[in-house]
């Protein structure tokens, strides 16, 4: 797939702007370190301008019924299916994730954006019987108003529709800043949006410089709500900066997510998941697999099946259909994974396969799928996110214990059960403390189901009807009457 040399990437009010070729901003393919294209370096102007033209638009957007704006998103949600492959091959060049797994993200995305065109005729409001005669009780649901949205690149499609779907379904309008490291994905749903019959202004995109774009959100008096994924450290910040304007949030943050293998567990079944769970996009997921605890029962058998699964696993360029594991973002994911290696291995840890840079034929960066035995708590790994293909094994004897050292972390994202016995697993998951329990299913993440973390790792749900309640207000309106 060829590229121009330069892409309009910021859109305000339906117009494409021009670029300034003084500002601008390479995008390169992770896989081979070659350069893409090149988009504009936008900034705290353009965020402005931006906001000017969504709350413009936001009058007669919030005004239309939730029929018609369903029928657009609608229209959306057919418009990717029908360029999956082009949609797909655009994501793999920018992000690096294997085709496959793109595929299966444009097609995520396009269910978001089928789930809230069905749900943006259902913000029901409320008749509350009164406790005095002469007044009658009514709550109307309402629009937040405009929404600044912050993507990160590690979804760089199905973190836009399962944000902007939701939003726009209640009536909201938006600016969206994209991850700088896939903002391809980000103007193609954009074109998208425009091809629909979404009206102009409705949604907006600002690509650029993210410290002054997130500024701009968060001063901005019109800017009534953020919705960020991305570090908990970005999070606590757009907190602290958020307070001081009363600016509603709804925040997916970092995770570390446990797997409990309990000795009753299929094992066959529970490598296959576990290798699903940390290796999908190269352990570059939320909600990824950062450390498995499997009992020591089955311990061998776990590791000698996983170890026999990983090794079948392909790494290359996302763009060769028979690649499994595909490249880290850039140098610093890269950088990150030895180090939080390096510091395991000076502690004790053993390596079973992996270990090191993929020595391959391309020059981008590449980690081999690594398992670890004889892991302990004091490791990085254990209690710092990876995102990466790290994958450390530790054993244990009492299912207490296992719960006990699962919660314990600042994050409370997801976490996952392997066992096939029922009570156990229903037991499990009221103990664990996170937000999303995966019981012998490493992709829990649905259109239709409420997605967020507790503790650290977030505020806020995305997804399900729960995802639209985030964009809409209750207006409480009192009427009195004749007794």
């Not at 499994?324 to 990150?336: F, H, R, V």
Request: with cysteine.
């Amino acid at each position: 797939m060829s590229f121009s040399e330069f892409t309009q990437s910021i859109l305000i009010n339906g117009k494409w702007k021009e670029m300034n070729q003084d500002k601008t901003e390479a995008i390169y393919n992770p896989a081979t370190l070659e350069k893409i294209t090149a988009v504009a370096n936008g900034g705290a102007d353009e965020a402005n301008e931006a906001i000017a033209a969504a709350s413009s638009a936001f009058s007669q957007w919030s005004e239309m019924t939730g029929r018609k704006r369903g029928k657009i998103l609608y229209k959306a949600y057919e418009l990717m299916l029908e360029d999956i492959d082009r949609l797909a091959q655009i994501l793999t060049t920018e992000q690096g994730k294997p085709l496959k797994e793109a595929r299966g993200e444009i097609k995520g995305a396009a269910n978001f954006l089928l789930w809230y065109a069905e749900e943006a005729s259902r913000g029901y409001g409320e008749w509350i019987p009164s406790s005095v005669k002469s007044k009658r009780l009514l709550v109307i649901p309402k629009p937040v108003g405009v929404v600044g949205a912050i993507t990160p690149w590690n979804f760089p499609s199905s973190m836009i529709t399962r944000k902007l779907g939701p939003a726009l379904a209640a009536g909201c309008t938006a600016v969206l800043k994209p991850s700088p490291e896939t903002p391809l994905s980000a103007i193609e749903i954009m074109k998208i949006f425009q091809k629909s019959g979404m009206p102009d202004g409705v949604v907006n995109l600002v690509t650029g410089d993210a410290e002054a774009i997130g500024q701009a959100m968060i001063e901005h008096k019109d800017v009534r709500m953020i919705t960020f994924t991305g570090s908990t450290a970005v999070g606590k910040y757009l907190m602290q900066e958020g307070a001081s304007h009363v600016k509603k949030l709804s925040l997916e943050l970092g995770g570390h997510a446990p797997i409990i293998v309990f000795d009753d567990a299929d094992i066959d079944k529970a490598t296959t998941l576990a290798l699903a769970s940390k290796f999908r996009n190269n352990g570059q997921t939320c909600i990824c697999a950062n450390r498995i605890y499997v009992h020591e029962r089955i311990m061998e058998a776990f590791t000698t099946r996983l170890k026999e699964k990983v090794e079948a696993l392909n790494v290359g360029s996302g763009l060769e259909d028979h690649v499994d594991i595909g490249p880290l973002i850039n140098e610093q994911a890269l950088s990150k994974v030895q180090a939080q290696l390096d510091d395991a291995l000076t502690k004790g840890a053993q390596v079973i396969i992996g270990g090191q840079p993929w020595e391959g034929k391309l020059s981008g960066h590449f980690f081999e799928p690594t398992i670890l035995s004889n892991v302990t708590d004091d490791m990085l790994m254990m209690h710092e996110e990876t995102f990466g293909p790290l994958m450390p094994i530790q054993p244990f004897t009492d299912d207490h214990v296992a719960i006990e050292k699962a919660n314990d972390t600042d994050y409370g994202l997801a976490a996952y059960v392997f066992t096939e016995n029922t009570s156990r697993a229903i037991r499990t998951s009221e103990k664990l403390d996170y937000g999303i329990i995966g019981v012998n299913d490493a992709s829990p993440a649905l259109p239709e189901a409420p997605f967020g973390g507790i503790k650290q790792s977030g505020i806020g749900k995305e997804g399900g009807h729960y995802g639209m309640e985030e964009f809409l207000e209750r207006k409480f309106v009192s009427i009195g009457i004749d007794a």
